[in-house]
């Protein structure tokens, strides 16, 4: 069975360092993999999206992952932290049949001033 | 717009008295589920409809129904709510499963005294 597994559940970063959110994947098939992020009080927004077709994927916000396969992550990073990233961060991975969508427990970030 | 709308946001209700969530997507999309939130646990699947009339149970089916007479309506319903389903639930959108990504709504808080 898919399932992801986040580490840490609680991130802070001061503005402007690195962001580095991780994710680890478990598939015995080659995973369509997603980070979602969520502002409060709303629903899920789509970051990006791992379909094989390129290893390092661009999302939205500046942020990026990369799909490692001889270590089975995802991690999600950005260079610089901005203010307004402050959020949860969910990794999901899709299943074998495309039936269901398996989610992490989710990531905390906080930005310090 | 592109959207998920699912209501009401905030519901308390007491044990036992039958309730219903509604959620409405206006992107034609195929492929349907409900997710329920809780700290510390992520999202966790209850149902999904891969199109009108097809459902299946997700990860935490028990004590939910749905249907999917409409392709665009997809309601959640409790039968006989107990404490146990206070959480916060959300429903999601996808053109097809296969494909991703999820589309989400805000969420609905519901609270079960």
């Known amino acids: 069975a898919q399932s992801v597994t986040q580490l840490g559940s609680h991130v802070s970063v001061s503005e402007g360092a690195l962001v580095l959110l991780r994710c680890n994947y478990s598939s015995s098939v080659p995973p369509y993999l997603f980070w979602y992020v969520q502002y409060p009080n709303q629903g899920l927004q789509l970051l990006l999206k791992y379909t094989s077709a390129a290893t390092l994927v661009k999302g939205i916000n500046g942020f990026e992952a990369e799909f490692k396969k001889s270590e089975t992550s995802f991690h999600l990073t950005k260079p610089s932290a901005h203010m307004s990233d402050a959020a949860e961060y969910f990794c999901a991975v899709m299943g074998n049949t495309g039936n269901q969508f398996y989610f992490g427990t989710g990531t905390s970030l906080t930005v310090i001033p | ?113």
């Open chain 2, 1 to 113: 717009e592109a959207q998920v709308t699912q209501n009401p946001r905030y519901l308390i209700t007491v044990t036992g008295k039958k309730l219903t969530v509604t959620c409405s997507q206006n992107m034609n999309h195929e492929y349907m589920s409900w997710y329920r939130q809780d700290p510390g646990l992520g999202l966790r699947q209850i149902y999904y409809s891969m199109n009108v009339e097809v459902t299946d149970k997700g990860d935490v089916p028990e004590g939910y129904k749905v249907s999917r007479k409409e392709k665009r309506n997809f309601p959640l319903i409790l039968e006989s709510p107990s404490p146990n389903q206070t959480s916060l639930y959300f429903c999601a959108s996808s053109l097809q499963s296969l494909t991703g990504p999820l589309h989400f709504g805000n969420g609905t808080r519901l609270t079960v005294t």
